[in-house]
Antibody, heavy 118, light 108 residues
Framework: QVQLVQSGAEVMKPGASVKLSCTASGYRFTTFLIHWVRQAPGQGLEWMGE????????KFAEKYLGRMTMTRDTSTNTVYMELNSLRPEDTAMYYC???????????WGQGTLVTVSS | EIVLTQSPGTLSLSPGDRATLSCRAGQTIGKNYLAWYQQKPGQAPRLLIS???NRATDIPDRFSGSGSGTDFTLTISRLEPEDFAVYYC?????????FGQGTRLEIK
């Protein structure tokens, strides 16, 4: 079955960088895009960007341009998301999600909580 | 970007009731590329509906979606206790993908 397993919770200082991972299994990794979606405490869902595992092409929401990087390792079926210059308002649950060929997220990781605090 | 507005913000109903959740878009969503997700506390979102009206795998048939253009609806025909959660609509027609702010379905 399709599974996305994300790395564990992180506590970071303002100004630092965090790198999260998302390891996929149960399907052909290079066939489907991966999205990153975040959710601040008590808030809604926000799309951050996407990576195409085949070739590594990326697309970002405008607010994350220049501050977010996504990479992938096809040997381990893992995608990475790095967010730089962290601020307290980046405190959120970060989800990776597999993207169906038509563009919606059909399987989600369990989420990684990132807390940014001095 | 396409702004999605969900209403009501909170819906208080009882098990067995019918729930009607609305999602209105600031501009036309092409190809009916509108999805609905359910999120329970402490859990990741779960896909319910894609393409406006197509139930995802293992989603009970009491969940149905309808609509077109700018107005979309998620209907739960007869609420079960496990249906009380937050529901989000999402458009995936135009980048950036956008979500509505959510409707909280609570037990009355």
């Amino acid at each position: 079955q399709v599974q996305l397993v994300q790395s564990g919770a992180e506590v970071m200082k303002p100004g630092a960088s965090v790198k999260l991972s998302c390891t996929a299994s149960g399907y052909r990794f290079t066939t489907f895009l991966i999205h990153w979606v975040r959710q601040a405490p008590g808030q809604g869902l926000e799309w951050m960007g996407e990576i195409k595992p085949y070739g590594g092409a990326t697309k970002f929401a405008e607010k994350y341009l220049g501050r977010m990087t996504m990479t992938r390792d096809t040997s381990t079926n893992t995608v990475y998301m790095e967010l730089n210059s962290l601020r307290p308002e980046d405190t959120a649950m970060y989800y990776c999600a597999r993207v169906h060929l038509f563009g919606y997220q059909d399987h989600w990781g369990q989420g990684t909580l990132v807390t940014v605090s001095s | 970007e396409i702004v999605l507005t969900q209403s009501p913000g909170t819906l208080s109903l009882s098990p067995g009731d019918r729930a009607t959740l609305s999602c209105r878009a600031g501009q036309t969503i092409g190809k009916n590329y509108l999805a609905w997700y359910q999120q329970k506390p402490g859990q990741a979102p779960r896909l319910l509906i894609s393409g406006t009206s197509n139930r995802a795998t293992d989603i009970p048939d009491r969940f149905s979606g309808s609509g077109s253009g700018t107005d979309f609806t998620l209907t739960i025909s007869r609420l079960e206790p496990e249906d009380f959660a937050v529901y989000y609509c999402q458009q995936y027609d135009t980048s950036p993908l956008t979500f509505g702010q959510g409707t909280r379905l609570e037990i009355k």
